[in-house]
C-alpha cells in the first residue's frame, strides 16, 4: 500500500510521467490508484495541470480501480477543467474532455466552455504561435483532436446536442483520417492480413460473391473501416443472414425493393457489419486488451450502429501458422451474436456549424 498523505503533488505528476510510456501490467495498477487517491484526498487544493497526466494513464491502460472510484475522480476531472481551462495548452484540454466524453462525464458546461467562438479563438491562437516557433505538427494535431473530441461527444453523449460540425475537415483529409492509428513499419503487415481477411469474407459470408464486401469505407462520423458488409435477417440461411450485394448499387436496388426495404437504416431490417483489422501498437502487453485509444474506437463503430468485428493481428497470424479452418471460425463464431438492426442508429446533428 501507498501513503497517498505522503505523496506530494509534483510526485504525483513525476510518477504519473514516469508510467506513461510503461505498458499495462497488474503490478502498476497500486501505483496507478494511489495516483488517484491522492487526488480524491486533495480536493481542495489539486490543479489540473497535476492531473492531466493521470487521466491519460488511466484511460490508455484502462486500469480496473473499480467505477465508483473511477467515476467520482473523472468528476472531479471534470470539475478542476472547468476551472483551470486557461491554464493548459488547447491539445490537453480536448483529449481530457474527449477522455470525459468517452465515460458520460464530458458536463453540459464544459461543452459550452469548448464548443464556443472563444475558445476556438484560443486555438487559432495556439496554432498561429506554433508556426512562428517552427513546430509542424500542433496544427495538425489539435485540429484533428478537435474533431475526434466532436465525434465521441455526438456518438457518446447525444443528449449534450452538440452539431458535428467537422464534415469538410473530414472530407478534405481523408488520408490524415484512414492512416491515423498505422505505423509505417506496420503498413506491410496490416495490408497482407486485410488481403488475407478480404478473402475469407468473401468465400464464407460471400459464398465467392465479392460485391457483398465493401473495402475503404467511411462512416457517417468518418471513422474508417476496413470493410463493410450488409445483411438482413433471414431465418432460412445457414447463418440467419443474407448478405446483400453492397458494392453493386445498382443490383443493391433490386434487392432492396424485392425484400421492401425502403431505406438502409430502416429500423431493425438491415445489419451494418464493420470489419476492422486493428494495428498491434493499438494492444496492450497481453496482445489481447484494447489500449483505451482502441476502445474507444470500437465502441464509436458500435454507437453508429455497426456491428463490429474486430480482428487481431496477433491472432490472425497465429491463426495462419496453424490452418485456414481456425480463421474461419473466427468469422463463424461472429456470426453466432445477435442480429444488430439499425434501430441502434443514433440520431446525427450534422452540416452545423458553431
Same mark, same amino acid.
Given at each position: 500500500?501507498?501513503?497517498?498523505?505522503?505523496?506530494?503533488?509534483?510526485?504525483?505528476?513525476?510518477?504519473?510521467?514516469?508510467?506513461?510510456?510503461?505498458?499495462?501490467?497488474? +503490478?502498476? &495498477?497500486?501505483?496507478?490508484?494511489?495516483?488517484?487517491?491522492? +487526488?480524491?484526498?486533495?480536493?481542495?487544493?489539486?490543479?489540473? +495541470?497535476? #492531473?492531466?497526466?493521470? /487521466?491519460?494513464?488511466?484511460?490508455?491502460?484502462?486500469?480496473?480501480?473499480?467505477?465508483? $472510484?473511477?467515476?467520482?475522480?473523472?468528476?472531479? /476531472?471534470?470539475? #478542476?477543467?472547468?476551472?483551470?481551462?486557461?491554464?493548459?495548452?488547447?491539445?490537453?484540454? #480536448?483529449?481530457?474532455?474527449?477522455?470525459?466524453?468517452?465515460?458520460?462525464?464530458?458536463?453540459?458546461?464544459?461543452?459550452?466552455? &469548448?464548443?464556443?467562438?472563444?475558445?476556438?479563438?484560443?486555438?487559432?491562437?495556439?496554432?498561429?504561435?506554433?508556426?512562428?516557433?517552427?513546430?509542424?505538427?500542433?496544427?495538425?494535431?489539435?485540429?484533428?483532436?478537435?474533431?475526434?473530441?466532436?465525434?465521441?461527444?455526438?456518438?457518446?453523449?447525444?443528449?449534450?446536442?452538440?452539431?458535428?460540425?467537422?464534415? $469538410?475537415?473530414? +472530407?478534405?483529409?481523408?488520408?490524415?483520417?484512414?492512416?491515423?492509428?498505422?505505423?509505417?513499419?506496420?503498413?506491410?503487415?496490416?495490408?497482407?492480413?486485410?488481403?488475407?481477411?478480404?478473402?475469407?469474407?468473401?468465400?464464407?459470408?460471400?459464398?465467392?460473391?465479392?460485391?457483398?464486401?465493401?473495402?475503404?469505407?467511411?462512416?457517417?462520423?468518418?471513422?474508417?473501416?476496413?470493410?463493410?458488409?450488409?445483411?438482413?435477417?433471414?431465418?432460412?440461411?445457414?447463418?440467419?443472414?443474407?448478405?446483400?450485394?453492397?458494392?453493386?448499387?445498382?443490383?443493391?436496388?433490386?434487392?432492396?425493393?424485392?425484400?421492401?426495404?425502403?431505406?438502409?437504416?430502416?429500423?431493425?431490417? /438491415?445489419?451494418?457489419?464493420?470489419?476492422?483489422?486493428?494495428?498491434?501498437?493499438?494492444?496492450?502487453?497481453?496482445? $489481447?486488451?484494447?489500449?483505451?485509444?482502441?476502445?474507444?474506437?470500437?465502441?464509436?463503430?458500435?454507437?453508429?450502429?455497426?456491428?463490429?468485428?474486430?480482428?487481431?493481428?496477433?491472432?490472425?497470424? $497465429?491463426?495462419?501458422?496453424?490452418?485456414?479452418?481456425?480463421?474461419?471460425?473466427?468469422?463463424?463464431?461472429?456470426?453466432?451474436?445477435?442480429? #444488430?438492426?439499425?434501430?441502434?442508429?443514433?440520431?446525427?446533428?450534422?452540416?452545423?456549424?458553431?
Amino acid at each position: 500500500m501507498f501513503d497517498t498523505e505522503a505523496l506530494t503533488f509534483s510526485m504525483a505528476r513525476w510518477l504519473s510521467i514516469s508510467l506513461r510510456n510503461t505498458e499495462h501490467f497488474p +503490478a502498476m &495498477i497500486p501505483l496507478v490508484e494511489a495516483l488517484v487517491d491522492n +487526488a480524491l484526498s486533495r480536493i481542495n487544493d489539486v490543479h489540473i +495541470a497535476a #492531473l492531466f497526466q493521470t /487521466v491519460s494513464l488511466l484511460f490508455r491502460g484502462r486500469f480496473d480501480i473499480g467505477k465508483e $472510484k473511477h467515476d467520482r475522480f473523472l468528476s472531479l /476531472v471534470a470539475s #478542476l477543467l472547468l476551472r483551470d481551462l486557461n491554464s493548459i495548452v488547447g491539445i490537453n484540454v #480536448l483529449e481530457v474532455c474527449k477522455i470525459l466524453s468517452r465515460y458520460k462525464h464530458f458536463t453540459p458546461e464544459l461543452s459550452a466552455a &469548448i464548443f464556443n467562438i472563444k475558445f476556438m479563438d484560443r486555438i487559432d491562437e495556439e496554432v498561429e504561435v506554433s508556426r512562428q516557433n517552427s513546430s509542424s505538427t500542433y496544427e495538425s494535431r489539435v485540429k484533428h483532436e478537435m474533431m475526434q473530441l466532436n465525434r465521441t461527444v455526438c456518438l457518446f453523449q447525444p443528449e449534450l446536442k452538440v452539431p458535428w460540425f467537422h464534415e $469538410k475537415y473530414c +472530407a478534405n483529409n481523408t488520408g490524415l483520417i484512414r492512416d491515423r492509428h498505422v505505423k509505417f513499419k506496420e503498413r506491410k503487415l496490416l495490408d497482407k492480413i486485410r488481403e488475407d481477411v478480404y478473402g475469407f469474407l468473401i468465400s464464407e459470408l460471400g459464398k465467392g460473391d465479392p460485391r457483398v464486401v465493401r473495402e475503404g469505407v467511411f462512416t457517417p462520423y468518418w471513422q474508417f473501416i476496413d470493410f463493410e458488409l450488409m445483411a438482413i435477417r433471414d431465418s432460412l440461411s445457414e447463418n440467419g443472414r443474407t448478405f446483400l450485394p453492397i458494392d453493386d448499387p445498382n443490383e443493391l436496388a433490386v434487392f432492396k425493393r424485392a425484400h421492401k426495404i425502403e431505406d438502409d437504416f430502416e429500423a431493425a431490417k /438491415v445489419e451494418r457489419i464493420a470489419v476492422i483489422v486493428n494495428p498491434t501498437h493499438l494492444y496492450l502487453k497481453d496482445e $489481447k486488451t484494447l489500449k483505451g485509444h482502441g476502445d474507444l474506437m470500437m465502441e464509436s463503430f458500435g454507437r453508429e450502429g455497426y456491428n463490429v468485428l474486430a480482428i487481431s493481428p496477433f491472432e490472425w497470424q $497465429k491463426m495462419a501458422m496453424r490452418d485456414s479452418e481456425a480463421r474461419k471460425n473466427l468469422i463463424r463464431a461472429f456470426l453466432q451474436r445477435p442480429f #444488430l438492426g439499425q434501430k441502434h442508429q443514433l440520431k446525427r446533428h450534422r452540416h452545423q456549424s458553431l
